[in-house]
């Protein structure tokens, strides 16, 4: 799990906290950049000018009631005239009236463009994720790639509703105020206008501390995700539970939690000091202009009047909040890219596998599969396997058997190109696979692995996924083939019997069957069994056994086996050890050459070994030998150590 920023102490200073790589990371707000974010504006560009029109048109109406209040005071009240004064009562309230109205309209184009572009930005990113490889998801974080998905594009959402409709209204009532206030009085104009500068020292140093503490609660949530992620999950609760971590995993949580908070604080605080010097700052400005108006007045015999003040008081008043939120924009401008370059980020990143830009799609699917000198690893550093070459023909089988971790899955995994190979070439169908078409070459081919998915839902929409418009009776057919059919007919719903969160509510060997009746319905044309290592009980294992039996009979198949009698089914066996093929061959052979399959068959077979092996391939000869060994009992044999299962 990673630790974010974990190392970072709270109680350290918030200059400790600006670490020389985070400075390094914040992003560099480049013309390409910005360009590319009003990219995403452009499909609605025609609602974007509407609510420009709606923001200009509201903001000047909004400024029109402080302009009139001067000519309410200096006609209406100081000059005595009653229908002046309800008058321009009466237009002042309507254009408030009407600015709010206009603001309503406003606000719905905003949030409807902020939704439009959520909404495509979501599901870019889906579909992008979608396409990337395998790499990308056994190496990310989970916690990383949902924040992205959802806090980061609401984060977007928020960008356009509030920070760009507010630098847009902002710059409007400052040049509108600004306009009004010179057109009464351009000397006490130009002293409102010195007084604003005032507000960039306290916004400044604001900005900075929020801007850090920003990006330490975003590691932080990040964090906060993925531990509940990974803890919160079936599997990782099984875990927790079976270990008994469940203190441990609460005070990483709490720890986890605490500076989550924390963080929060001292956001919300760092904005209220900045508010309180901002406040002090704000009341000098209208002091000075009463005296400085009043000096003239009295003084000078300015032609100014009460009315004239008053108005320039109120619109220096409403300058304030603009030109603050236009200074903390700073702020949330750099947070909003920050957001964009993370999003950006995840767009950028080239999906390892891709479709060939000519991609081949043959007529015919053998099935046939060939490796060809290949070598493969995940990371440089440790190769995995070393020149792999063997030839599946079309309608037989291979059997890969070794060790725990010498590859076997690996080469799997190289054929439906998971990953790609690092040297040599993988056909399929007598087509390098990495010519082939990506949705060709992995729609012919069916895996049923150790690990079997499956998704919430009932029995019926899981099998579905392999084939949505298959029959009743296609499903009814899969299972019976797949031996499961007569446990779906025990369900009170059938095939409508819901199956947990990962299918957790049926046993290892229901599952397995399961997928087994759901490869069936794919059909496909090279089938692989990765061979659970875990332990079923005997009547499951004989089940899966009767299964999958004429399945491999009757297609070209891989099997990754732990079982003798799933070896001996296989027309060739090909033994793995760190990542080479150091023996091929048919089972009888292959004990009797003394290497290390007879190695692997001797220690993980145990006393199995002291008979005599067969001479035989066929499964049916090996039953009897283990009837004759077992006396008459079950007996089912793994390459790992947990050799006998007795019924
Ligand atoms: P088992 O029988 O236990 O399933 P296996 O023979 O199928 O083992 P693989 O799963 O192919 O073994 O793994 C081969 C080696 O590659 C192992 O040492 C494993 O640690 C490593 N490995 C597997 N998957 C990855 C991955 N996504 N990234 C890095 N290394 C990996």
Redesign the pocket.
Known sequence: MSMGHGGMGMGRGMRNFMSEEEKATAPKVTKELVLRVFSWLKPYWKQLMLTLLCIIISTILSIMPTVLTGQIIDQGLIGRDLNRLIFLIILSLLVTFGSNLIGVGESYLNSWIAQHITFDMRNQMYRHLESMS??FF?SSNQGDIITRMTSDIDGVQQIITNTFSSILSNSITLIVALVAMYRKNWVLATLGIIIVPLFTIPTRKAGKTRWSLTKEAQACNDEINGILNETLSVSGQTLVKLFCKEEEEYQKYEASNRRMIELNIKESMAGRWFRVVLSTVASVGPMLLYLVGGILMMKYNSDITVGDITVLVSLLGRMYGPVNQLLNIQVDWIRSMAMFTRIFEYFDMVPEIQNPENPVIPDVCTGAVQFDHVGFY??PERE?LKDISFELKSGHSVAIV?P????????INLIPRLYDVVKGTVFFSGQDVRDLDLTWLRRHIGIVT?DTYLFNGTIRENLLYAKPDATEEELRQACAKANILDFVEKQEKGFDAMVGNRGLKLSGGEKQRISIARILLKDPSLLVFDEA?SALDSISEQKIQDAIDPLIASRTSIL?AHRLSTILAADEILV?KDGEIVERGQHAELVRRNGVYTELYNTQFGKAAELQAPEGSEAGKVAGWNASYTEGEDLVEYWDGTAFSKM
Do not use: A, P
Not at 404 to 411: D, E, L
């Open positions: 395998q790499r056994t995940y990371d995995i070794g725990s971790g010498s590859g076997k899955s690996t080469i150790q290592t990754i793995v």
